[in-house]
């Protein structure tokens, strides 16, 4: 019996040890934890895709936006699914509008209606079918943001030149900061409160009638 009790003291001895060194690596790894959520680059500059973003802050699922009245002849459905990383969203909160090293997270899914009970409406498919990030680093971008787009939701993003109608678009149309937060609903009200929207934004919505 005695080799058996032996190798058993020995056992808890290692576990203790293992215990105890992973008590000690923990306070590392909760320092990591907050990184993730600001922007991170490659040497070329492309943007790293945020791991974690489906654990950040939703903000909306838009459903076939469309930003011409022409149809755009697609044959299928998609909804846009948009995050944020959570202290820019604090942030937003207290002041309706978004801090240095914001990141949101445009993601596009298919949108299907046949599987398992559904007869009606639509849901989202489980891959990513385009994943585009608009980031804030105002000491790195001259016009403060940024757009990126990713091949899939895994490689590094591309930074798209200035000029590109993503720019256009977002600074003419956006209610806050180039942001389209008329369409993310817990937002606008905030930024209606804090006095932060883009003045074309109100004009349009004053020529909507609202
Ligand atoms: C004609 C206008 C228009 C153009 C061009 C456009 N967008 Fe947007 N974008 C929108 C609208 C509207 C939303 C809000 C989507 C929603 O509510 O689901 C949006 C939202 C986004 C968001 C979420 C964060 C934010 O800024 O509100 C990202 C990221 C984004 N667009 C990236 C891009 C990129 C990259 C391009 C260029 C390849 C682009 N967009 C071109 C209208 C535009």
Redesign the pocket.
């Known amino acids: 019996m005695f080799p058996r009790t032996l190798f058993a003291a020995i056992g808890i001895g290692v576990l203790a040890v293992a215990v105890a060194a992973i008590v000690v690596a923990r306070p590392s790894t909760t320092v990591h934890a907050a990184a993730p959520s600001l922007p991170a680059y490659t040497p070329k500059g492309e943007l790293l895709p945020p791991a974690n973003y489906r654990e950040w802050i939703y ?4 459903i076939d ?1 469309s ?2 009245p022409k149809d755009n002849g697609m044959d299928h459905s998609m909804f ?3 995050f ?1 990383n959570p202290e820019a969203y604090q942030g937003f909160l207290k002041t309706g509008t978004w801090l240095d090293k914001t990141v ?3 993601e596009v899914r298919e949108a299907k209606s046949k599987g398992s009970i559904n007869v009606r409406g639509h849901f989202q498919g489980a891959g990513v079918m385009d994943f ?3 980031v804030k680093d105002e000491a790195r971008f001259p016009g403060k ?1 940024a ?3 990713f091949d899939s939701d895994k490689g590094n993003g591309t930074l ?1 030149p200035t000029g ?7 600074a ?3 209610a806050v900061d ?7 609903p817990t937002l606008l009200p905030v930024a209606h409160a804090k006095g932060t929207l883009s003045p074309s934004f109100l004009k349009e919505e004053m020529s909507d009638g609202k």
């Not at 903000?59 to 838009?62: F, I, P």
């Not at 590109?164 to 977002?170: I, K, V």
């Open positions: 903000l909306t699922s838009g936006m930003y011409s846009d699914n948009v944020v949101m997270v445009l585009e990030v608009h943001w757009f990126f787009s798209i590109a109608p993503c720019y256009t678009c977002h003419a149309h956006a180039t942001t389209f937060v008329q369409f993310y």
